[in-house]
């Protein structure tokens, strides 16, 4: 068991080296970087090196096989807090935050360490983030805290300033490929490459866009927006407001499918930009291309971005708890709105 299946961050996996070696592992760290690109993977493995009966004081691997390293592997081991922001809540709430910091400050259960895994950081509103100052001020002997979130800037000054800051970077193609193949997730190596290849850095993404089905409606929904004669906003609202509550019993579901599509729509727009600049679209999918060419002819550079700021806000909206109906009504009408004062 080693850190080398936490691929594409060689050089966060040297920091890490050196901070086992010198023997003086920060109280907290904050992990930053784009979803899906192994965040989460390399927060676990560090808890489970620190948490490792079996390695030596400076070596960097866990044995992954003593009771330690099998406990955090279950999530079972009474050192080790996994915390997350609740499915039907749009922030963390501050009781779970207060409940975090009390049972980091007690004494470990069985080793020299305790982990507090804190993911959706991004996601702490100014209260809970408040409820982490004491911990971060003082930081319980032992005790290690990580918050996982996306871009810096989310965190108040006062936390970062007191977090060991690890920035993630998307994962190249070739590394995608292979997590893929690691976690059978791809059933023979040309299949992880395409999936890599339209993954833009993300595993999560890849997976998502693995499912036929999610493919065959991201198709048809690009072709429908990029129909030189305009699309049918309220239609399209309906179609995806359907597709995204045929993702499953629970709203989770349907907001994780609905991000997906949302996202989506960014990386075309995204193509279509760099197609007004005169250069080929990054996405290696030729439908991809041909609809970003299309958008492009009717389309300003300025349009283009009040098209994927205006995503980017629903995005937003849908992380907010709002109806997703409303959501999608409201960005279809946008969408076309924007795009339809183009077309003569
Ligand atoms: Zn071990």
Redesign the pocket.
């Known amino acids: 068991m080693s850190w080398q299946n936490v691929r594409g961050h060689e050089s966060l996996v040297e920091t890490i080296r050196h901070v086992i070696e010198s023997g003086r592992l920060p109280h907290a760290f904050l992990f930053v970087g784009p979803e899906g690109v192994g965040k989460h993977t390399f927060a676990r493995k560090l808890a489970q090196a620190m948490l490792?009966?079996?390695?030596g004081e400076a070596e960097l691997d866990?044995?992954?096989?003593?009771p330690?390293?099998v406990q955090v592997s279950a999530e079972t081991h009474p050192d080790l807090l996994l915390v997350h922001r609740p499915e039907d809540k749009h922030e963390l709430p501050i009781q779970t935050i207060r409940e975090l910091c009390r049972t980091l400050s007690l004494k470990p259960a069985r080793g020299s360490h305790r982990f507090a895994i804190v993911a959706d950081a991004d996601d702490l509103n100014e209260e809970s983030s408040n409820a982490f100052l004491k911990t971060l001020e003082e930081p319980p002997p032992g005790s290690v805290l990580i918050l996982i979130g996306t871009e810096p800037e989310a965190f108040l000054d006062t936390i970062v300033s007191r977090c060991r800051v690890l920035r993630f970077e998307r994962l190249s193609d070739d590394d995608v490929a292979a997590i893929l193949l690691d976690r059978n997730l791809a059933e023979s190596a040309a299949e992880a490459e395409r999936m890599a290849r339209l993954s833009n850095g993300s595993v999560r993404r890849a997976i998502a866009l693995a499912d036929p089905v999610l493919a065959e409606f991201r198709r048809g929904m690009f072709e429908e927006i990029a129909s030189p004669g305009g699309f049918d906003a309220p239609g399209l609202a309906r179609r995806v407001d359907t597709f995204c509550r045929e993702a499953g019993k629970e709203g989770v579901l349907h907001r994780e499918r609905a991000c997906v599509l949302i996202g989506e729509l960014v990386g075309l727009f995204r193509g279509v930009l760099w197609q007004t600049a005169g250069l080929a679209p990054p996405s290696p999918d030729p439908d991809d291309r041909d609809a970003a060419r299309s958008l492009a002819e009717t389309c300003e550079p300025e349009d283009v971005f009040l098209l994927a700021e205006r995503c980017v806000d629903a995005e937003a909206q849908i992380k907010r708890m709002t109806n997703l109906t409303l959501v999608f009504e409201s960005l279809a009408h946008d969408l076309d709105h924007i795009l339809s004062k183009n077309i003569s």
């Open positions: 490792c009966e079996r390695r866990p044995c992954g096989i003593c330690g390293c």
